[in-house]
């Protein structure tokens, strides 16, 4: 089935073959622990919607934007695809994007605590006002990231790749403890 351009309540399909959506909104929904299967989502904005836990095995997030959701616990490993994603003033504590190519997303104002980046390409991402508690950053490319006003983050520069990353000064001296550097 295929949706383009209108609002739709994903409470009222029935995933048990393909949907695609194209230009949706998805508003104000509790969506936690739907299967969302086997989907294509294409340039389509989440407002407030309760993501957490689903399961989207097999299913595609093309130039997408969540806000102000919950998508805790979401194991975008299982995606078929994501690209070009935004998440502005939303909850992604507990996801896994570990080996995912991430270039480009945004996270502004995201609470990503114990997210799992380990082995991805976050390229050029940018993570305003995030808090990054007790995320993993493991053989990581952070290349031209933005983390001035990320927090609550350890990045071991050793195991990671920050080349061009920027970070606070701050935090920057943090960075250096990594290599037994003590600053008075």
């Known amino acids: 089935m295929i949706y ?19 230009n949706c909104t998805f508003e104000n929904l ?27 095995t097999y299913s595609t997030f093309n130039e997408c934007e969540f806000i102000e959701c919950k998508l805790i616990g979401i194991n975008w490993t ?22 995912l190519t991430i270039k480009n997303f945004l996270f502004d104002d995201c609470l990503l605590r114990e997210s799992d980046f380990a082995e991805s390409i976050l390229d050029k ?19 031209d990231c933005d983390l001035a006003e990320a927090s609550d983050y350890s990045i071991n520069p050793l195991n990671n790749q920050i ?10 001296l943090d960075l250096l403890s990594f290599f037994g550097i003590k600053l008075k």
Do not use: P, W, Y
């Not at 509790?30 to 989207?56: P, R």
């Not at 935004?86 to 896994?96: A, H, P, R």
């Not at 990353?165 to 920057?172: E, H, P």
């Open 125 to 143: 991402s940018v993570f305003t006002g995030s808090n990054l508690s007790r995320s993993i950053f493991n053989n990581t490319s952070l290349k």
């Open 30 to 56: 509790n969506l936690n622990q739907l299967s969302l299967v086997d989907s294509l989502f294409d340039e389509c904005t989440f407002q407030m919607c309760d993501l957490s836990n689903a399961t989207i």
């Open 78 to 99: 299982t995606t078929t695809r994501i690209s070009d994603l935004k998440f502005k003033q939303s909850n992604l504590s507990f996801n896994v994007f570990m080996g």
């Open 4 to 22: 383009e351009d209108e609002k739709v309540d994903l409470l009222e399909v029935a995933f048990d073959t393909r949907h695609e959506f194209f």
């Open 163 to 172: 080349k061009g990353a920027i970070f606070n000064k701050v935090d920057a």
